[in-house]
C-alpha cells in the first residue's frame, strides 16, 4: 500500500523568511496530494492541494509542486508570519477503488518574529 | 451548516470500559472516515464508509467497530477499552469517491486509564 514519508519532523524560521516541507510517496498510481494545517488543539484544515496533471500550484504565500517521476511533492510558504506557526501535514491518496488518504506525520512549523 | 460534529470533546475511560464516539455531518457527504492521531504522528484511517449500509476497515481498525445506518451518522465503538487507545479521534466526511476535499470534525480526546 502507499507509504508517505514528511520531512523536516520540526522547522523553526524567522518571520519573513520561506519554509519549505517535503514529502515523498511510493504508490505510483496515487493521484491526489493535500497538505493540511492543523493548530494546535484544533482540527486539520486543507491549505491547498494539487492533482497529479499539475506540477505546481500556488495560492497567495503557498505553493505545492509535485514532481511525480521521483515521487515526492513539496510545500512552500513564503513571507512566513508567526500565525504560519501550525503543524503542517502532508497526504496522498492511494492507489485502488477507495484512494484513501495516507497522511505523513507531520512538520511542526514554529516562525519566530 | 455545522459541517462535522463530533461528541464528546473529551473523555476519560477506564480499561475494560466501552463507549461510542459520535460523527454527524449535515453535508449530505457519501464518504466518511474515523482516524486517530497519535502525539507526534499523523493521522490513521480506523474505519471508512462509502454510504449508508457500507462500511469498511482502514489500517487501524483493531479494537473498534462502525456502523452506518443513515447518510448523516457515523458512530466509531470502543469495546474493552486499552491504554493504546488514548488518543485524538477525528471523524471527516466528503462528497463523493473522487478528488474532493475531507472535511474534519473538531476531534474527540480520549484517555484510557
Known amino acids: 500500500g502507499e507509504n508517505v514519508e514528511q520531512h523536516p519532523s520540526t522547522l523553526s524560521v524567522q518571520e519573513g523568511d520561506s519554509a519549505v516541507i517535503k514529502c515523498t510517496y511510493s504508490?505510483?498510481?496515487?493521484?491526489?496530494f493535500p497538505w493540511y494545517k492543523q493548530e494546535l488543539g484544533k482540527r486539520p484544515q486543507l491549505i491547498i492541494d494539487i492533482r497529479s496533471n499539475v506540477g505546481e500550484k500556488k495560492d497567495q504565500r503557498i505553493a505545492v509542486t509535485l514532481n511525480k517521476t521521483a515521487k515526492h511533492f513539496s510545500l512552500h510558504i513564503t513571507e512566513t508570519q508567526p500565525e504560519d506557526s501550525a503543524v503542517y501535514f502532508c497526504a496522498a491518496r492511494g492507489g485502488g477503488s477507495q484512494g484513501n488518504l495516507i497522511f505523513g506525520k507531520g512538520t511542526k512549523l514554529s516562525v519566530k518574529p | 451548516n455545522a459541517g462535522v460534529t463530533q461528541t464528546p470533546k473529551f473523555r476519560i475511560l477506564k480499561i475494560g470500559q466501552s463507549m461510542t464516539l459520535q460523527c454527524t455531518q449535515d453535508?449530505?457527504?457519501?464518504?466518511m472516515y474515523w482516524y486517530r492521531q497519535d502525539p507526534g504522528m499523523g493521522l490513521k484511517l480506523i474505519y471508512y464508509?462509502?454510504?449508508?449500509?457500507?462500511?469498511d476497515k482502514g489500517e487501524v481498525p483493531n479494537g473498534y467497530n462502525v456502523s452506518r445506518s443513515t447518510t448523516e451518522d457515523f458512530p466509531l465503538r470502543l469495546e474493552l477499552a486499552a491504554p493504546s487507545q488514548t488518543s485524538v479521534y477525528f471523524c471527516?466526511?466528503?462528497?463523493?469517491?473522487?478528488?474532493?476535499?475531507?472535511?474534519f470534525g473538531p476531534g474527540t480526546r480520549l484517555t484510557v486509564t
Open positions: 504508490d505510483s498510481a496515487s493521484n491526489y
Open positions: 471527516a466526511s466528503k462528497r463523493g469517491g473522487g478528488v474532493v476535499e475531507q472535511y
Open positions: 464508509s462509502v454510504g449508508a449500509g457500507i462500511t
Open positions: 453535508m449530505n457527504h457519501n464518504y
